[in-house]
């Protein structure tokens, strides 16, 4: 299986604070990353797919970049609505695997 | 647009099988261009993914849970559903269900709400 780490595990920040979580792959996955946005008691929501196309109706604060083994992604001006928890996933073999999360909170 | 739902028992004994369905709303299941999946998270171990279906019957399954998982889809009902044997407190979690696009890269959109199912006696 394909391994995602992801970092940091967790981050404080503050509105309006531009944010960068990494996401590695165990080998390479091309371009075949997705990211999620979750927020407490509710299911994932896809923010970006193919590592740097931004799901309709998504706010272009947020962007996604990099391919084979290293992805970020980036939330240019952090708003309140922001603080969740985020994946990654990748689908480049099967079984999908996914990150462990990174937890964005307010500082 | 398309809309998930989990349902089934929140409960289930240790040893016994797991039985999830997912209804899909707002779209057919039968639609050439999708799988079908099962998805479930527990606070300790993050997003595992359980395996897909496609509305003609073909299925992966994910190798750590293969033993052990079934999926299977009614196109009549517009629904898939996930049955999971010999249950253990490990197999307690949120389940969900999601569609993904077939197609090179697959993400997951939408998902279900999800349901929790505890394993206990």
């Known amino acids: 299986d394909i391994q995602m780490t992801q970092s940091p595990s967790s981050l404080s920040a503050s509105v309006g604070d531009r944010v960068t979580i990494t996401c590695r792959a165990s080998q390479s996955i091309s371009t075949y990353l997705t990211w999620y946005q979750q927020k407490p008691g509710k299911a994932p929501e896809l923010l970006i797919y193919v590592a740097s196309s931004l799901q309709s109706g998504v706010p272009s604060r947020f962007s996604g970049s990099g391919s084979g083994t290293d992805f970020t992604l980036t939330i240019s001006s952090l708003q309140p609505e922001d603080f969740a928890t985020y994946y990654c996933q990748q689908s480049y073999s099967l079984p999908y695997t996914f990150g462990q999360g990174t937890k964005l909170e307010i500082k | 647009q398309v809309q998930l739902q989990e349902s089934g028992p929140g409960l289930v004994k240790p040893s016994q099988t797991l039985s999830l369905t997912c209804t899909v709303s707002?779209?057919?299941?039968?639609?050439?261009?999708?799988?079908w999946s099962w998805v479930r998270q527990d606070p300790g171990k993050g997003l595992e993914w359980i395996g897909y279906i496609h509305y003609s019957g073909k299925t992966f399954y994910n190798p750590s849970l293969k033993s052990r998982v079934t999926i299977s889809v009614d196109t009549s009902k517009n629904q898939f559903s996930l049955k999971l044997t010999s249950v253990t407190a490990a197999d307690t979690a949120v389940y969900y269900c999601?569609?993904?696009?077939?197609?090179?890269?697959?993400?997951?959109?939408?998902w279900g709400q999800g349901t929790l199912v505890t394993v206990s006696s």
């Open positions: 707002g779209g057919s299941i039968s639609s050439a261009g999708y799988y």
């Open positions: 999601a569609r993904s696009v077939r197609s090179g890269s697959n993400w997951f959109d939408p």
